[in-house]
T-cell receptor, first 116, second 108 residues
């Protein structure tokens, strides 16, 4: 099946710093990628929809200036958590929809962010 | 808005069948999905069902869909300890809307 990678898998940073998380589709092109956030023992919450070559669409309550999304190519989307705070600590998961096949999303393995 | 509901916990003995239930609200969802998440890991797509189907079987997994009641279930036959995980049902509207997940605990 299609593979989606995320980098890094884990990151620990100090409060106030920015962290960039990469999401790559390894063997297919993805015009649409989604970014989700998962708190411990809770479900995934959609943060934003990332479309290649255009601005991301953010869900209600998600600050676009804090969570910067760039989808510069058909295989890469990045999420940058700016001026991170401890409450941003979470598990961030991306998914990618293969171009021309919108019935399945392929998920990355997730990135565990811990802000001290 | 869209909403997906699941029971939070299920405990079974090894070898028994597990049935995880889910209700959803968006009747326009074309596909409904079941995902598995093991501790500290991402999501693994287990199976999905097209909305015009009532049932789909895939080895030990059976998905039942009652579109009238907007009810989806996942049956795992001969449940093994390796099946212990969190199971999420999801509907597509258009991004996936997930339930809170059902934690399946399998005892030997």
């Amino acid at each position: 099946g299609a593979v989606v990678s995320q980098h890094p898998s884990r990151v620990i940073c100090k409060s106030g710093t920015s962290v960039k998380i990469e999401c790559r589709s390894l063997d297919f092109q993805a015009t649409t990628m989604f970014w989700y956030r998962q708190f411990p023992k809770q479900s995934l919450m959609l943060m934003a929809t990332s479309n290649e070559g255009s601005k991301a669409t953010y869900e209600q309550g998600v600050e676009k200036d804090k969570f910067l999304i760039n989808h510069a190519s058909l295989t890469l989307s990045t999420l940058t958590v700016t001026s991170a705070h401890p409450e941003d600590s979470s598990f961030y998961i991306c998914s990618a929809v293969a171009s021309g096949a919108d019935n399945e999303q392929f998920f990355g393995p997730g990135t565990r962010l811990t802000v001290l | 808005g869209e909403d997906v509901e699941q029971s939070l916990f299920l405990s079974v003995r090894e070898g028994d069948s597990s049935v995880i239930n889910c209700t959803y609200t968006d009747s326009s969802s074309t596909y409904l999905y079941w995902y598995k998440q093991e501790p500290g890991a991402g999501l693994q797509l287990l199976t999905y069902i097209f909305s015009n189907m009532d049932m789909k079987q895939d080895q030990r997994l059976t998905v039942l869909l009652n579109k009238k009641d907007k009810h989806l279930s996942l049956r795992i036959a001969d449940t093994q300890t390796g099946d212990s995980a969190i199971y999420f049902c999801a509907e597509r509207a258009p991004a996936l809307i997930f339930g809170k997940g059902t934690t399946l605990s399998v005892s030997s």
